[in-house]
């Protein structure tokens, strides 16, 4: 199947133009404000997270424009859980309804989805259609889209570290050849370049800690179903005027 350009933005703006070298190769966001969005227009919070489902996928045809190579999106977090039951069961049938309405035209651009997350209190509907999405899209090369759905960042941290107690256990690997760099293979997702969040919350709420240690930070002062490649755009801007320094002088 041949590869199609993502759609242009309404508007008719372009990707500002930058060496692949200047930009991040790998973008997280944090797809926060859905439902203060809502709140804000006298609607359910559910109609937040409905609104949100454009903002994300015109971030990804801008990231695509733009040349980043990989985005993981922040969907659910192991602490989403704590929400009322009815916004869980609405956020669970929702990522599953939008997997299936979206795979295909991801798919037509290019992307390679990868679901990111613990199995564990997540229902099978769901994880069947992460698994098909991915199934669909495994051979792309666009960009790849990381998921994470029932994600979270010690969870995951936990998980490698007892995969490699397992490892050490069975003689496969010896205490003393652990060292950052062999533990880092535990990890599905690879290190965060540029790490956005939206909402204007300044914090990291769980999301890849171990991946964002040296991540460009950008809080964007707008809602996430504000959100637009213009604002991805904006906030790579920002990342490229940053010095990335990694403690040298
Ligand atoms: C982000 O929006 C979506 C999820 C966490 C699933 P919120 O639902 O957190 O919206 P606010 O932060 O309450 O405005
Ligand atoms: C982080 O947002 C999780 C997702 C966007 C999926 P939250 O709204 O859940 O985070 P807190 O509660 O503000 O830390
Ligand atoms: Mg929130």
């Given amino acids: ?96 309804e939008v997997l299936r309405s979206r795979r295909d035209e991801l798919n037509t651009v290019g992307v390679k989805i990868r679901w990111i997350g613990q199995e564990k209190r997540l229902m099978k509907s769901v994880i069947d259609e992460l698994l098909s999405a991915e199934k669909l899209t495994e051979k792309n090369k666009v960009l790849t889209l990381n998921m994470c759905v029932n994600y979270g960042g010690r969870a995951e941290i936990s998980a490698a570290a007892a995969k490699l107690a397992s490892d050490a256990k069975r003689g496969k690997v010896s205490l003393k050849s652990i060292t950052e760099k062999s533990f880092a293979k535990y990890f599905e997702v690879s290190d965060v370049d540029l790490f956005l969040r939206s909402s204007g919350e300044m914090r990291t709420s769980n999301f890849l800690p171990w991946q964002s240690v040296y991540s460009e930070l950008v809080f964007m002062d707008v809602l996430w179903p504000d959100v637009d490649r213009r604002v991805l755009w904006q906030a790579i801007e920002e990342y490229v005027r940053r010095d990335r320094r990694y403690g040298k002088a």
Wanted: net charge positive.
């Fill in 1 to 96: 199947m041949k590869v199609k350009k993502p759609p242009a933005h309404p508007s008719g703006v372009t990707a500002p133009k930058f060496n692949k070298d200047q930009l991040p190769k790998h973008v997280a966001v944090v797809m926060d404000g859905n439902g203060r969005w809502a709140k804000n227009r006298g609607l359910p919070r559910t109609e937040g997270h409905k609104a949100g489902e454009a903002a994300l996928i015109d971030l990804i045809y801008g990231a695509i424009e733009i040349g980043v190579k990989e985005v993981s999106a922040f969907a659910f977090s192991t602490e989403n859980w704590k929400r009322s039951p009815e916004e869980v069961k609405f956020l669970m049938n929702f990522s599953r």
